[in-house]
Nanobody, 115 residues
């Protein structure tokens, strides 16, 4: 059974940085596409960034140039480095494994950016 556990969320001032992490178990991590999504209050969950098994990445337009997704296959961990944070980045951030379009979710970690 696949399990994803996020950590690293918290409160940060606008312009600051934060890195969230997600450790996966119960899967052959290195072959998986991993992604970070976020959901703000009253809004739909949206894709933030995705990284394939080969290391290809794509980002939402709203975070391009500010966020970086990376992975460490030896540690079964995917990261999201968030720089130049804005209040509108405030949300619960979810890690997801994308298996041929079927998503498995972590429990989420709260990121709050104060103005």
């Amino acid at each position: 059974q696949v399990q994803l556990v996020e950590s690293g969320g918290g409160l940060v001032q606008a312009g600051g940085s934060l890195r969230v992490s997600c450790v996966a178990s119960g899967t052959i991590f290195k072959i998986n596409t991993l992604a970070w999504y976020r959901q703000a209050p009253g809004k739909q969950r949206e894709l933030v960034a995705r990284i394939t098994s080969g290391g290809s990445t794509n980002y939402a337009d709203s975070v391009k140039g500010r966020f970086t997704i990376s992975r460490d296959n030896a540690k079964n961990t995917v990261y999201l480095q968030m720089n130049s944070l804005k209040p509108e980045d405030t949300a619960v951030y979810y890690c997801a494994r994308d298996f041929s379009g079927r998503l498995t979710w972590g429990q989420g970690t709260q990121v709050t950016v104060s103005s």
